[in-house]
């Protein structure tokens, strides 16, 4: 059974930075994609940043600038780095990854933003 294990997050100020991990149980390489999504109270689950097949890495408009996604294929993990924290950041998180036709999702980690 595949399963993607998070670290990382928790309660940090405004402007404040922080880093989300994501383990896999498998090789993430040759995965169709490689994912962090988040989902504030009372909204629904929105893509933050992706990296497809081929490395090509996408984000979303409030992520550009501020945001990195990136993978270390060795150890099997994708990371988010988060810069320039705001309060409206605050969610839960989840890494997800797609292969073998198949999508995986981590167990959510919480990361807040507030003075």
């Known amino acids: 059974q595949v399963q993607l294990v998070q670290s990382g997050g928790g309660l940090v100020q405004p402007g404040g930075s922080l880093r989300l991990s994501c383990i896999a149980s498998?090789?993430?390489?040759?995965?169709?994609?490689m994912g962090w999504y988040r989902q504030a109270p009372g909204k629904e689950r929105e893509l933050v940043a992706v990296?497809?097949?081929?490395?090509?890495?996408n984000y979303a408009d409030s992520a550009k600038g501020r945001f990195t996604i990136s993978s270390d294929n060795v150890k099997d993990t994708m990371y988010l780095q988060m810069n320039n924290l705001k309060p409206e950041d605050t969610a839960v998180y989840y890494c997800k990854l797609e292969k073998w036709r198949l999508t995986y999702w981590g167990q959510g980690t919480q990361a807040t933003v507030s003075s």
């Open positions: 990296i497809v097949s081929g490395g090509t890495k």
């Open positions: 498998v090789s993430v390489g040759g995965s169709t994609s």
